[in-house]
């Protein structure tokens, strides 16, 4: 375990997030609390860190952020151990919820390279596409999907100098020797602590967006009957069987899912 004198910098307005963070590389009594700590948690944010994070490729990094800390595990020191240890059995847990911006490569990486196969995950990537499917007035699928950073702007207001600058790097030396360098510069360290260290609130905050047409319509089915008077519901009786009239008055959409246009699926191979 190091520190460094690298301090997080959040925007004012988000008060609510820790800015304690540790890095983990030694199999010590910091990486079997953290463990402990993980696990006695309701959900975590996690992301994956490397030149290229896929089942070929090299993760440097694994970050975690709790309702305490963000813990920083370096996976290229630790090894495929670290998983043995304990993070595996985390990731796993039913119990926990994973929160992820794209999960996709993080997955395959993860299962293909170290065995591990997540268990609910919370994707804040394809939470904000059905928030845009709900307010698109075509009820169509949106193929093209948004940034952690378009979403923390949207969601969250997060100004641009508090979002995390990414690292354009190909797969080849410099970028690989950039993730390997130790100590750990505070460039990396605050791109990785910033990519993860907003995805709790984030995924509070695209939750209630997702509920939102569900909370309208079931204030219509608590209102639907009581609001009436006696007079009222005998001249009209309400029909169960049948939507409140309220519901369609107040003009709530039911989201008509559709099916996305046929794509054709191109095979890649590196």
């Known amino acids: 375990m190091s520190r460094q004198e690298y301090v997080v910098k959040l925007p004012p307005h988000i008060d609510s997030l820790p800015l304690d963070w540790i890095i983990?590389?030694?199999?010590?009594?910091?990486?079997?609390?953290?463990?402990?700590?993980?696990?006695?948690?309701?959900?975590?944010?996690v992301s994956l860190e490397g030149p290229e994070i896929s089942r070929s490729g090299i993760l440097?990094?694994?970050?975690?952020?709790?309702?305490?800390?963000?813990?920083?595990?370096?996976?290229?020191?630790?090894?495929?151990?670290?998983?043995?240890?304990?993070?595996?059995?985390v990731l796993e847990h039913s119990g926990i919820q994973k929160i992820f911006h794209d999960c996709r490569m993080a997955s395959d990486c993860l299962y293909h390279q170290y065995g591990v196969l997540l268990d609910n995950v919370f994707d804040t990537q394809a939470a904000d596409n059905l928030v845009m499917l709900q307010q698109n007035d075509n009820h169509e699928f949106v193929q093209e999907v948004n940034s952690l950073n378009e979403c923390?702007?949207?969601?969250?207001?997060?100004?641009?100098?508090?979002?995390?600058?990414?690292?354009?790097?190909?797969?080849?030396?410099?970028?690989?020797?950039?993730?390997?360098?130790?100590?750990?510069?505070?460039?990396?360290?605050?791109?990785?602590?910033?990519?993860?260290?907003?995805?709790?609130?984030?995924?509070?905050?695209?939750?209630?967006?997702?509920?939102?047409?569900?909370?309208?319509?079931?204030?219509?089915?608590?209102?639907?009957?009581?609001?009436?008077?006696?007079?009222?519901?005998?001249?009209?009786?309400?029909n169960l069987d049948e939507l409140p009239p309220e519901v369609l008055l107040d003009g709530l959409e039911v989201v008509n899912f559709q099916e996305p246009d046929e794509m054709s699926i191109v095979s890649w191979n590196p």
């Not at 983990?24 to 944010?45: A, C, P, R, T, W």
């Not at 950039?178 to 905050?205: A, F, G």
């Open 60 to 89: 440097t990094w694994l970050c975690v952020s709790t309702s305490s800390c963000t813990f920083l595990f370096d996976i290229l020191t630790l090894g495929e151990e670290a998983f043995r240890r304990g993070i595996k059995s």
């Open 24 to 45: 983990i590389d030694y199999f010590n009594n910091d990486f079997y609390l953290s463990v402990k700590h993980m696990k006695e948690q309701d959900s975590i944010g």
């Open 152 to 238: 923390l702007n949207y969601y969250l207001k997060v100004p641009s100098e508090y979002l995390y600058e990414s690292l354009f790097f190909d797969r080849n030396e410099q970028s690989i020797h950039y993730y390997e360098n130790r100590p750990l510069c505070h460039e990396l360290q605050d791109l990785m602590i910033k990519n993860v260290i907003y995805l709790r609130l984030l995924q509070r905050e695209i939750e209630c967006e997702l509920f939102n047409p569900l909370r309208r319509m079931t204030d219509q089915f608590l209102n639907a009957i009581l609001s009436k008077d006696d007079r009222e519901l005998l001249a009209c009786p309400p």
